[in-house]
């Protein structure tokens, strides 16, 4: 029996050091395989971690984009009516085109309309993103030869939102909300004439909000994007999908468009009143025919990096 036992032990102890053994050889290789290829694969790690960090592997890059005017408001009773109105054609996919501004003389202008009403409550919405740390219009909107309007701007790096009365008395500005450098922002800026309040959004969250009074404005004015003509700043920069509400959208519908991402359709159809993609051109597709005008430096580029 205790010689059974002693062969069974032994046999244990061979299998042990086989298996050591075999441990042994394969950690050698693998160490082996290491020191062989391990900067090979260092290098292509690091270099992958560049390209994603430069964008050029963005999963969102090899999504199809939408030509110019593939998706467009529908209003068969014409501009500036608001029943039966719908979008129509290709939604959703990310424009192939984007606005680029360059910070000296680019701006697109929109002249004076009926349709282009934003006298009381409005909403401004756009994805814009600044190239240099300058001040510029995101939409500037005022009377012909008046002071008057609304002013949403990027300055000193926030979003800056002035109503600007009749009588052309300046009310007390909002600035809020980070626009930073070299990053894609969803902005939105409304005005609530019932109560009388400016608020703020960035990338679909509420920032702050500051009680102005209900100010009434005039309609047929001029806007602008990316530089008011008789005003020195300028945007150097990208912007894209600005929206024009005559309403003062709430947060769930500001989170909403938020969510849809770059190239998202607008919503609340009847209350929009300029929808300019800037994908190629500076056509309105709210069906409201406030058609802009390119001047200066304002090209678009296709390869640009989505957020």
């Not at 102890?13 to 050698?28: G, P, R, T, V």
């Not at 009403?117 to 030869?145: C, E, H, M």
């Not at 939102?161 to 070299?182: E, K």
Request: aromatic content about 12%.
């Amino acid at each position: 029996m205790k010689r059974k036992i002693r062969e069974v032990i032994k046999e244990s102890e061979e299998e042990k050091d086989s298996l050591f053994k075999e441990i042994k050889i394969k950690s050698q290789a693998a160490m082996e395989y290491l020191m062989t290829y391990g900067w090979a694969i260092l290098i292509i790690a690091l270099t992958l971690g560049v390209l994603y960090s430069l964008g050029i592997m963005n999963p969102k890059n090899f999504l199809p984009r939408a030509p110019p005017g593939s998706c467009f408001v529908f209003r068969p009773n014409g501009p500036g009516t608001t029943d039966y109105v719908s979008l129509q054609g290709t939604c959703g996919y990310l424009p192939m085109y984007v606005a680029s501004f360059n910070g000296v003389n680019g701006y697109v202008a929109y002249s004076p309309s009926s349709t282009l009403d934003v006298r009381y409550s409005l909403t401004v919405v756009a994805r814009v993103k600044w190239l240099a740390d300058v001040d510029g219009p995101i939409f500037n909107w005022q009377y012909p030869g008046g002071t008057w309007g609304t002013h949403v701007w990027r300055v000193n790096g926030q979003l800056f939102t002035r109503i600007v009365m009749r009588n052309g008395i300046f009310t007390t500005s909002l600035s809020a909300g980070s626009i930073p450098v070299g990053k894609w922002v969803f902005i939105t800026s409304t005005y609530d004439y019932n109560n009388g309040t400016v608020k703020h959004y960035i990338n679909g969250n509420y920032i702050a909000s500051l009680n102005i009074g209900s100010v009434e404005q005039s309609t047929n004015g001029n806007a602008f994007t990316g530089k008011v003509p008789w005003d020195g700043r300028a945007v150097n920069g990208l912007i894209s999908d600005l929206q024009i509400y005559n309403t003062a959208l709430t947060p769930q519908e500001i989170q909403y468009l938020y969510q849809e991402g770059l190239g998202g359709a607008p919503i609340r159809l009847g209350s929009l009143v300029g929808w300019w993609p800037l994908n190629g051109d500076a056509k309105d597709y709210s069906g409201n025919n406030n058609h802009g005008t390119i001047n200066g430096g304002v090209t678009f580029v296709q390869n640009y990096n989505p957020p």
